[in-house]
């Protein structure tokens, strides 16, 4: 059975929305716009010794990119504990604290305002009937409901991935996972898409 992540899902969908409604994602003339690749098998490892400031800052994502572009859904973590998602047009930001084995998040706004304050003003606006606002309300709910469920990340057990969800419990001591039913942690992994690092094409 094919298991897609609610974020993969929420990408998917946007960008279907996005292409039956028209919009033009093309940019201004003359401005630049950043292509990024996935880092893959030269992406840095996460080690013991290793804190998550050093770890986690940079841009991941969960789409999958065979080639440079301008990726349109990902989330960018900065060294201070600041954070921002971004999916189509709709932009989520909040901080990120880290224990030894998980990191977790707290939205806080949206497009750079209070979240619930900007939910309530897109809500608001809903309400005067017009088509866009009412499109408008229906996609920022969905994308802010779906984004924020997503609370805690881990790391993959390629040490390079970042995984939705807490660590896989350890086996306990002197336990083998093979001789004691399925290994639940690769269970989990494959159940849950890897978010992967990437790096800015110059």
């Excluded at 994602?25 to 013991?48: C, N």
């Excluded at 305002?113 to 866009?132: N, V």
Aim: glycine letters at 8%.
């Amino acid at each position: 059975m094919l298991i897609i992540s609610p974020m993969r899902t929420l990408f998917m969908c946007l960008v279907a929305c996005l292409a039956i409604a028209g919009c033009d994602v093309i940019t201004p003339a003359g401005k630049r716009v950043a292509q990024y690749s996935l880092m893959g098998d030269s992406a840095p490892e996460f080690s013991a010794t290793e804190s998550w400031q050093g770890f986690l800052p940079g841009r991941w994502t969960e789409e999958e990119i065979t080639e440079p572009t301008d990726v349109k859904s990902y989330f960018q973590f900065d060294a201070d504990g600041s954070f921002y998602c971004l999916h189509a047009k709709y932009k989520i930001g909040g901080k990120w604290t880290a224990s030894a084995d998980r990191v977790d998040l707290t939205y806080e706004t949206l497009s750079g305002k209070p979240l619930q304050e900007e939910m309530d003003r897109i809500k608001a606006s809903a309400e005067g009937g017009t088509q866009a606002a009412v499109a408008n309300d229906l996609f920022s709910d969905w994308v802010v409901s779906a984004t924020t469920k997503q609370t805690t990340l881990s790391v993959g057990s390629d040490k390079k991935t970042l995984r939705w969800g807490a660590p896989a419990p350890a086996p306990a001591p002197g336990q083998n996972p093979s001789e004691n039913g399925p290994d639940i942690g690769a269970l989990l992994e494959s159940m849950n898409p890897p978010m992967r690092r990437l790096s800015e094409v110059k």
